[in-house]
């Protein structure tokens, strides 16, 4: 069972920084996702970011990322393979940044990165606040 953490959230003001990070554990398998969404009080669940990786034979593990477009010019993704550790970093964070971001896993599909179709994310962490404050 794949297990996923996230940490980072917090209370911070329009303007500022924060750098979540989602530690996945358990098995895992060749290709797969490992992805963000945010959900604010009363709105959708939103697709953020993710990371697709998919091995290769012969050739090794070759990633690829996707960032929505509504975020892409303020937030990054990063990745930490010996850590397993992906990052969200939110920089120049507005009002209508607050939200629960959460950490998802797709086991068996790239397409938060090359379809832009989020389905195939089966496992999901607690998720994390974020609160940004005039």
């Known amino acids: 069972q794949v297990q996923l953490a996230e940490n980072g959230g917090g209370l911070v003001q329009v303007g500022g920084s924060l750098r979540l990070s989602c530690v996945a554990s358990?098995?895992?398998?060749?290709?797969?996702?490992l992805g963000w969404f945010r959900q604010a009080p009363g709105k959708e669940r939103e697709f953020v970011g993710a990371v697709c990786w998919r091995f290769i034979p012969g050739i090794g593990t070759r990633y690829a990322d996707s960032v929505a477009d509504s975020v892409k010019d303020r937030f990054t993704l990063s990745r930490d393979n010996a850590k397993n550790t992906v990052y969200l970093q939110l920089n120049t964070l507005r009002l209508e940044d607050s939200a629960v971001y959460t950490c998802?896993?797709?086991?068996?599909?790239?397409?938060?990165?090359?379809?832009?179709?989020?389905?195939?994310?089966?496992?999901w962490g607690q998720g994390t606040q974020v609160t940004v404050s005039s």
């Open positions: 358990g098995p895992s398998n060749g290709w797969g996702s």
């Open positions: 998802a896993y797709d086991p068996a599909t790239n397409d938060a990165c090359s379809s832009g179709t989020y389905l195939s994310f089966k496992f």
